[in-house]
């Protein structure tokens, strides 16, 4: 049953003006007040989307609100319109609830920053983009607001834009990013031609009178733009340089919602992946081998930062992971407990560079839990979660993640997750040891580290609590909170029957691989039983192979940077300057140099200029006399 309703504008209409307001009066008059008018304003967003989830999943609605009608041309006809069912309004929960907590982190974390206004503008402009990606009713306006996105990713990335490698950051980023973007508007310029619309609803109804041909290439062109956002391979690069932007940053964009929207996409847009078994097969594959890739380049990083994106890189493959297989409301269940460990892990991250003067290198900390046992154990929290560690949140959605491989016919993709999860576990106490456990590597009496200030702790506390308990909205396993909600929007796809035989079998050796993990971290890093430099060195190529991330950046350093860089510089040399400059230099050389002569003939003198008059007209007698007769004839 559909409703419509005049409030729903509110959720992203709140940050957008928070978003203006900040930018055309910040610098002057608000300036270091500019939090006042964010907060509240996201604030008020995610209250709404509370009432709106309370409407949609109490009452069994799906609320609906026109705006007004943005093309009319001809039969192309692209109404902006705001839609929120079951699907829409989990999103929006996540979105706005994890923007809300990253806000007030961000008033202690960027207090002293010269361009803190700057920030409250671009980052509820960013809520806004993100909001009306999720509410939008059809492919071109989820497109625009994709690209919004994406916008706003490359100015927060590169906020501190005077430092040479965040501006490098942003820069890549946006370029990767357009990569998949420009696949993904193939796509649906085919959906249009094939379709006539690109309402979701006509689309999803009109998906069977398309060929398999047309459907495949339809959804393997949308997932080219969920590649490039989402950080599957081979575009994942981005990613992990994009932590050169402020922490709140990561924490909110490449770990809760930005990264997440291809994810959404494709769940949004699943009609059609059902329809082509091809292209379910490719995401399927390409979210394990970017689960376990990303997993092993964590394990060799020492950036705490560098370490949780990779870690993010990874727990979007999983979810791509249950995509592929179809296990639809897993893939989603696991996107909101990893909104909540994921962003908990990278602001923690940012409380121990607060505290460390900006020091990201984790072999310069340890020992930081006696000074920081708030930021310590929150962030042990998150880790847990996030190695699917029983009971927290993490657990429970990967668990469902790889039973939902196992029973759809990919065994072996459910193998390399849990393999997966052997280094997640590893990388993550990795970090817990190194940072907080064993003996300070670095000076107290020069550093005083603490806890951070409560704007900063009371987010983490939020986000610990979330990521222990948000794991028991699926339990118990396919029959919880989060499958109910869900089930209205994915009830036209495959069902697997599930044993309880297998749920138990699958929890059991995803818990042991995690365990063995966290033995492993433990054994190399507190209790010294295992030496890290010589497990790298016996490993040697596969440990480089790991820890030059597996070479992607050298690869499209050398084969695809520098050779368009060589033929930007010849086109410059040989066409801009060589012929486009040289016919305008050229054009004016020749008329300086006939004016030069013509010049010369200006002397100034009359006996010249009267010589001159009488030798042009015995030129012009002798011509007549010449050819006079032939001339006038």
């Not at 109404?79 to 069912?85: G, I, M, R, S, T």
């Not at 003067?357 to 042990?380: A, I, N, Q, S």
């Amino acid at each position: 049953m559909e409703r419509t309703v005049d409030w729903l504008v509110v959720i992203p209409l709140a940050p957008l003006l928070a978003a203006v307001i900040n930018f055309l009066f910040g610098k002057w008059w608000i300036r270091h007040r500019a939090h006042w008018i964010a907060v509240p304003a996201v604030g008020v967003s995610f209250l709404t989307s509370i009432v709106a989830a309370w409407t949609v999943l109490s009452r069994h609605e799906r609320l609906h609100q026109p705006l007004y009608t943005w093309i009319r041309a001809g039969e192309f006809h692209v109404p902006v319109e705001l839609v929120a069912d079951q699907l829409t309004v989990v999103m929006l929960l996540v979105v706005t609830g994890v923007s809300f907590l990253v806000h007030v982190y961000s008033i202690g974390y960027m207090h002293h920053d010269p361009g803190y206004y700057r920030f409250f503008a671009w980052l509820p402009l960013f809520v806004f983009s993100m909001v009306m990606l999720v509410l939008a009713n059809n492919f071109l306006v989820l497109f625009v607001f994709w690209e919004a996105v994406g916008l706003c990713s490359y100015l927060l990335i590169g906020f501190w834009f005077r430092r040479r490698s965040a501006a490098e950051a942003a820069k890549k980023a946006f370029v990767v990013n357009r990569i998949g973007d420009f696949g993904f508007a193939l796509g649906i310029m085919l959906l249009f031609t094939s379709l006539r619309t690109l309402d979701y609803h006509a689309v999803f109804e009109a998906i069977p009178q398309l060929s398999s041909g047309t459907v495949t290439a339809i959804a393997l062109l949308l997932f080219t733009g969920a590649i490039g956002k989402s950080a599957q391979l081979p575009l994942f690069v981005w990613l992990p340089d994009a932590m050169e932007g402020p922490t709140p940053v990561s924490a909110l964009i490449h770990a809760a919602t930005m990264v997440t929207a291809g994810i959404f996409m494709v769940a949004r847009a699943h009609p059609i992946f059902l329809a082509s078994p091809i292209a379910l097969w490719v995401v399927a594959v390409i979210g394990a081998l970017t689960a376990f890739v990303a997993a092993t380049i964590a394990t060799t990083q020492f950036d705490i930062k560098r370490v949780v994106a990779y870690s993010t890189v990874s727990q979007l493959g999983y979810m791509a992971l249950a995509l592929g297989v179809g296990a639809w409301i897993p893939a989603m269940f696991h996107l909101l407990t990893h909104a909540f460990f994921k962003a908990l892990l990278f602001l923690g991250s940012g409380a121990v560079m607060h505290a460390m003067h900006d020091e990201l290198d984790m072999r310069r900390m340890g020992g930081l839990k006696r000074w920081m046992p708030l930021t310590y154990w929150t962030f042990v929290i998150g880790a847990a979660a996030n190695a699917g560690i029983v009971p927290l949140a993490g657990f429970w959605s990967k668990d469902e993640i790889l039973v939902g491989a196992w029973v759809g016919g990919a065994p072996l993709l459910a193998l390399v997750g849990l393999v997966a999860a052997f280094f997640t576990a590893l990388y993550m106490f990795r970090a817990v040891f190194l940072t907080f456990h064993g003996q300070p590597r670095f000076d107290p009496h020069e550093l005083h580290p603490h806890d951070p200030p409560a704007t900063m702790a009371v987010p983490l506390v939020i986000l610990a609590i979330g990521a222990a308990v948000t794991g028991f909205l699926g339990v118990p396993p396919e029959t919880g909170w989060i499958h109910h909600a869900l089930e209205p929007v994915f009830e036209s796809a495959t069902h697997h029957k599930v044993s309880l035989s297998l749920t138990l079998g699958m929890a059991l050796a995803s818990t042991l691989v995690a365990l063995a993990g966290l033995w492993t971290a433990h054994a190399a890093y507190v209790r010294g039983t295992i030496s890290p430099a010589a497990v790298a060195e016996r490993l040697g190529p596969l440990y480089r192979l790991a820890a030059n991330g597996w070479y992607f950046d050298v690869f499209y350093q050398r084969s695809v940077v520098r050779p368009l860089d060589a033929a930007a510089n010849w086109l410059w040399r040989t066409v801009d300057v060589g012929i486009i400059d040289g016919a305008v230099n050229g054009s004016a050389r020749i008329v300086a140099l006939t004016a030069q002569m013509w010049r010369r003939l200006q002397t100034g003198l009359v006996a010249n200029y009267a010589l001159a008059i009488a030798l042009g007209t015995v030129l012009l007698v002798g011509i007549y006399l010449a050819f006079g007769s032939t001339l006038f004839r």
